[in-house]
């Protein structure tokens, strides 16, 4: 995730910023869920060869990186979707290779949200639901980044958009735009619009817009993309607040929540994981399997 990304951190406050005080009345009036909350962490991809002879089996095949992911994660922000749009029977393999519990969040693809913009993208968007509903109950929250470009004066066509989504669909959404955070106004109406469609809003936290950072719940789930710079002091702080905020969130009512992980080294999205997952865990008391090195088979030696 290049959005936001600096070179420079030395000015950058990392700490988070106290919830929007709409977040607080959309979880107190949230009703107690029959199930016990769920956390989700992920990447945005499974064919990190990198991991081979660490967190993969080294030597396996490209068809093996998603069941092997899957033991290593149970979510995945899914970035392929976003440069095409599968077929169902590609869908059932992905679906296939996970097991129970492991969820799909898809990233709607590029043709809807930068080329078109959302318009007259309704058959696109009816093809691609279809799609990916093969994923079942390993379907996530679908996810809709809009553009830069896309600022508030396309907000009739964002709401447009969003109520003709299907219903069947659970959507997340980011918007980018630094107009749409600008005005305090403006901004607060587009959350409410968000929440009263019940799609959820993305928290991003990168270093060079902390605007979007805007700790405003809409849904009962909270999707959060978190941009680390290489396990430097400020990503292991950022892990210790955010545990200590989704703890915060999930004692309030919070349901759900994603928390996909974005490094330039792939190698530090589990250690970062590791440690972000202790921190929550000595909180909460959730236990969601971290990532862990796995045993190779060792060669034997006739010497």
């Known amino acids: 995730m290049d959005f936001g990304r600096l070179s420079d951190l030395r000015y950058v406050d990392f700490r988070l910023p106290p919830d929007h005080p709409d977040t607080a009345a959309l979880l107190a009036r949230t009703p107690a869920p029959a199930a016990p909350p769920a956390v989700y962490v992920g990447c945005p991809i499974w064919t990190n060869k990198a991991w081979l002879g660490s967190y993969f089996p080294a030597g396996i ?30 869908v059932r393999k992905w679906r296939d290779a996970v097991p129970a519990g492991f969820r799909f969040c898809p990233k709607m693809p590029q043709s809807i949200s930068h080329e078109r913009e959302l318009y007259n993208a309704d058959e696109l968007t009816t093809t691609f639901c279809r799609a990916i509903s093969e994923l079942g109950d390993k379907l996530g929250p679908v996810f809709l980044q809009l553009p830069p470009t896309f600022g508030p004066e396309h907000l009739p066509r ?11 669909v659970p959507l997340a959404v980011e918007l980018r735009h630094p107009a749409w955070f600008a005005d305090a106004g403006q901004r607060d109406a587009v959350f409410a619009m968000l929440e009263a469609l019940g799609k959820t809003l993305v928290l991003t936290d990168v270093a060079g817009r902390r605007d979007v950072l ?22 292991y702080a950022r892990a210790d607040a955010w545990a200590a905020r989704l703890a915060e969130w999930l004692a309030a009512g919070l349901q759900t929540a994603y928390v996909f992980i974005h490094q330039k080294d792939i190698m530090h999205s589990p250690i970062w994981t590791q440690y972000f997952l202790e921190k929550l865990h000595a909180l909460t008391g959730l236990t969601v399997p971290p990532p ?10 006739l010497f």
């Open 61 to 90: 095949k490209d068809a093996d990186y998603l069941h092997h992911y899957a033991r290593q994660f149970n979510s995945i922000e899914l970035n392929t979707t976003h440069y095409r749009i599968p077929d169902a029977p590609t």
């Open 214 to 235: 805007h700790q405003r719940l809409t849904t009962p789930t909270a999707f959060i993309r978190f941009n680390g710079h290489g396990l430097v002091g400020s990503d």
């Open 158 to 168: 964002l709401e447009r958009y969003l109520l003709d989504f299907p219903a069947y």
């Open 292 to 301: 862990r090195i796995i045993p190779q088979p060792v060669q034997g030696s």
